[in-house]
């Protein structure tokens, strides 16, 4: 009994042995190895041999390229206005001791090196420009955190923007603002029409009175010629005159009574004598 306990703790010894020894390292991961608690190697992928109990596996490391998502901050730009950004990380890690011996996590230092220098970069700018300069913030954010990054060891692949909007207060105080600009505007284009047209209103009326002074200019040009011209023919005989002058007077009697807003009729005391000096001048040969 005691020889085959004996023989299964010397397997079980070898087993362990071999399995401490021989290591299979996966295609993608790079493994760092430590002898008695010092950086002994890094084993790439594939069959490698360990010496057992001297060397111990420290690190497992993916080389692999990793995404980080960088959690969503407020950011405080030049004008002190307040926008929530986000960004996300593509990252490589190119030398394995560095990434492990250089940094505590590699991955946290990379993300709070991101938010650190997004709101470096978005505090040296204007709201407007914040907003409408999403590939320049990137660009700036790479080049500024790639030198530190190969100090760790972690190659940076790429820093996208994943979303950069106003915070609700400040997107409240935008559409206020962009209510009182439209109406802003929109008075301005009240006033202005307004103002044109009172000016073409005016404009209208200083022609309509010129055509007028103009028209009353003519007519009596035109009176006094006819009156010349009348007194020219007529002469000392007054005779035609006052014929014309009976004729038009019956004429505007007659349209008077018969006007239906006519209730009276109010006749001169010498009608009778100018019509008849009217009757007298048509007997005349």
Known sequence: MEGLIVVVAFAVFVVVTIAKGVRIVPQGEEWVVERLGRYQRTILP????????????????????????VQQQ????????VILTNALAFIKVTDPVK???????FQEA??????????????????DEALSSR?????RLRESIADEAIDWGIGIKSVEIQDIKPSESMQRAMEMQAAAERERKA??????????SAILEAEARLEAAKRDANAQVALAASSAEAIRRVKDAVGDDTTPVMYILG???IQALDRLSHSPNSKIVMLPGDLQEAVARAVGAMRKP
Do not use: H
């Open 247 to 249: 004729e038009k007077y």
């Open 99 to 105: 990434a492990v011996y250089g940094v505590t996590d």
């Open 74 to 81: 407020e950011v405080i730009t030049r004008d002190n206005a």
């Open 187 to 196: 008075m301005v284009t009240r006033a202005e029409g307004d103002k044109q």
């Open 135 to 139: 590939d320049k913030i990137k660009a």
């Open 46 to 69: 594939g069959l490698s041999i360990l010496i057992p109990y001297l060397d111990a596996v420290a690190y497992k490391v993916i080389t692999k390229d990793l995404i980080l998502d």
């Open 110 to 127: 990379i993300r709070n090196l991101v938010m650190t220098t997004l709101r470096s970069i978005v505090g040296e700018m204007e709201l």
